[in-house]
């Protein structure tokens, strides 16, 4: 089955710093999301970017798709930004979301 | 809110108690989905139903049971679980199972925990 890695694991960044979260997967996509996992558990949909780039406020997400990778980008960090980034993507022969093991992002005051 | 309701939130259970999950969405969606997520893990995807297919991963053991009544609820059926089986269960929903913007909304999930 398809591959995906996050990087880095863990992020601790101080209020108002920016942030590159990167997503590599290892074979044709035909869906990739972004999600946030809040300290709750809930999954909050922030991308649908299977190719392309897409801005919404502070957040914004870039995939290459020939190459690979997506990038999700938050610009000036809040407290609220705290929580586990998670990259999914199906594959396109399929139907079901292939999940990487996620971002621990921490911000601090 | 994202459309995809979750009971219960929280829930506790004896190895011998037999006990059911249930989600709903309200999305007009026609497949659904049940995720595991344990403790530094990735989230595993453990049923897919849609009104085409019910799509059954082997590897999940025969104590979980799914049900799918009609394309807005699904429910997990426990039973005689092991404490390993502790986790968070999460259940999505997606317009269809295959093919373009097929965007998967999920619940706030059940963290359950095996005594």
């Known amino acids: 089955g398809i591959q995906v890695e996050q990087s880095p694991p863990d992020l601790i960044l101080q209020e108002g710093a920016n942030s590159t979260l990167r997503c590599n997967f290892s074979?044709?996509?035909?869906?990739l999301q972004w999600f946030h996992q809040n300290p709750w558990g809930q999954l909050i949909n922030l991308f649908y970017?299977?190719?392309g780039t897409k801005q919404n406020g502070r957040l914004s997400a870039t995939t290459v798709a020939t190459e690979r990778y997506s990038l999700l980008y938050i610009s000036s960090s809040q407290t609220t930004d705290s929580g586990v980034y998670f990259c999914a993507v199906g594959e396109t022969s399929g139907s079901r979301l292939t999940f990487g093991e996620g971002t621990q992002l921490t911000v601090n005051p | 809110e994202t459309g995809v309701t979750q009971t219960p939130r929280h829930l506790v259970m004896g190895m011998t108690n037999k006990k059911s999950l249930k989600c709903e969405q309200h999305l007009g969606h026609n497949a659904m989905y049940w995720y595991k997520q344990s403790a530094k893990k990735p989230l595993e995807l453990m049923f897919v139903y849609s009104l085409e297919e019910r799509v059954e991963n082997n590897s999940v053991p025969s104590r979980f049971s799914p049900e799918c009544p009609n394309s807005s609820h699904l429910f997990l059926h426990l039973h005689t679980l092991q404490p390993e089986d502790s986790a968070l269960y999460l259940c999505?929903?997606?317009?269809?199972?295959?093919?373009?913007?097929?965007?998967?909304?999920f619940g706030a999930g059940t963290r359950l925990s095996v005594l």
């Open positions: 999505a929903s997606s317009p269809r199972t295959s093919g373009a913007k097929n965007i998967q909304y």
């Open positions: 970017i299977p190719s």
């Open positions: 074979d044709s996509v035909n869906n």
